[in-house]
């Protein structure tokens, strides 16, 4: 059975936890396969609702296998947390599985990424201070603290000897912050070894034997496309690649073993942070998505900065992820408008624009050319078929669908894990 590839096709904040439960009890593993805790998925299911950062959102469905893997950047005190968390709620997190090569978020990690945020000044990219460039950086620059060297105390003593040696240089000389000690890192991440040691594994070899023998493997990403930092609106993006090809390398599956990649799509458009948006809204309207879709950063707590749905992005998402369906989420924050904008297209420099230029200067120029679809008023939260839906927001669906490169193959009509219309079945 080839894997499915579960991610998000705006600026993330999409609602992959909502999909991904949807899809947990079909699946026989769950993997986070990018990204750190600056990610949050929310999960409602009665009522309760989770609120997952590091955790896969399979962790809620007792039949699936859990897998944070090597492309995820781990920061072993929340991790921890967030396990107990979970555990005092009565959720079963045993079957966790974490990659060896998976790497670490440290002190210095979070310390530098807060002093670099805050010397940019309004330059600022707009990270949550987690720690997560940092990390990256030094996996780039083979210099970073992997799972394994947890327990061996010899190689993760020099490798912080060596990692410090010029970032407490920088703290000191550049930043003005006190130097930070060796000893102390080695001896709280010595402190998680024997813990998070029940969970490590080579989850590469374990999820590629699954899916020989017939298992379903669904790789779920955090973020989104858009924040890609190869295919984002750099430099204001995340350092991983959340994009499909980032779920191959962060979890060491080959492209050829999947068969669906899914786009997770709002209903209409936000994004969390600094840089360029422009179906933006800064009235009365972009304050009603953000009140009505209770639009707050699961991890940061940050507003997010609403606007209508933008399909130049949704297409270019299907091109850059090769998107086999849509999920729609949040069709039912837009009840009660009277008129819905759709931004079919952009004017840039008194120009037509069909798709998402190519320059960074372009984009942040771009002024929305929009479309106006009838608005509904009745409450959508109970439709479980396309026809169930009035006939305007079936129709705004199919526009969607139209112009945005990919079948909407499912709806979600409000937060709950049964509130969803589901018009094809991915699996």
Not at 97 to 103: E, G, K, P, Q, R
Not at 156 to 166: G, I, T, V, W
Not at 342 to 367: M, N, T, W
């Amino acid at each position: 059975m080839p894997a499915l590839v579960l991610l998000g096709a705006q600026w993330g904040d999409e609602g992959k936890g909502k999909a991904t439960d949807l899809l947990g009890d079909r699946v026989d593993y769950v993997v986070r396969y990018q990204g750190g805790n600056n990610a949050g998925h929310t999960v409602v299911i009665g009522d309760q609702k989770y609120a997952l950062h590091l955790l896969p959102s399979g962790i809620l469905s007792p039949n699936v296998i859990p897998v944070i893997g090597n492309g995820v950047v781990i920061d072993p005190g929340v991790l921890l947390e967030e396990i107990q968390g979970l555990t005092e709620r009565g959720i079963d997190c045993s079957k966790l599985l974490i990659s060896t090569n998976a790497h670490l978020i440290t002190p210095y990690h979070r310390t530098i990424d807060k002093v670099s945020e805050r010397f940019l000044g309004k330059s600022k990219i707009g990270t949550t201070g987690r720690g997560i460039g940092p990390a990256y950086a030094d996996k780039i620059n083979r210099i970073g603290i992997r799972v394994q060297d947890l327990f061996d105390p010899s190689i993760l003593r020099q490798k912080l000897e060596s990692a410090l040696r010029d970032k407490n240089q920088v703290l000191i000389k550049v930043f003005n912050r006190k130097n930070i000690e060796v000893d102390e890192v080695l001896q709280e991440y010595l402190g998680y070894a024997e813990v998070l040691r029940p969970y490590v594994a080579d989850t590469v070899l374990l999820l590629n034997e699954a899916l020989q023998v017939g298992k379903r493997v669904l790789l779920e990403g955090s973020q989104g496309t858009l924040l890609d930092v190869d295919h984002g609106t750099y430099p204001f993006v995340t350092s991983s690649n959340p994009t499909a090809g980032g779920a191959c390398t962060g979890s060491g599956i080959g492209p050829t073993k999947i068969s669906k990649v899914i786009g997770i799509v709002k209903a209409y458009t936000t994004r969390v942070g600094s840089g360029p948006f422009p179906t933006e809204l800064l009235d009365e309207d972009g304050e009603a998505l953000r009140r009505i879709g209770g639009e707050v950063g699961v991890t940061t707590g940050r507003p997010r900065r609403c606007g209508w749905y933008d399909a130049p992005i949704a297409r270019y998402a299907v091109r850059v992820n090769g998107l086999t369906d849509f999920f729609l989420t949040k069709l039912d924050v837009l009840t009660g408008w009277e008129k819905i904008p759709v931004c079919v297209a952009y004017e840039i420099e008194g120009k037509r624009i069909e798709e998402l230029p190519a320059s960074q200067s372009d984009f942040h120029h771009a002024q929305p050319i929009y479309e106006y679809l009838q608005g509904w008023s009745e409450d959508i939260t109970k439709a479980r078929k396309l026809s169930d839906l009035p006939k305007a927001a079936q129709e705004y669906v199919a526009f969607l669908e139209k112009i945005s490169g990919a079948p909407m193959s499912a709806i979600g009509v409000g937060p709950g894990r049964d509130e969803t219309i589901v018009v094809t079945d991915f699996i």
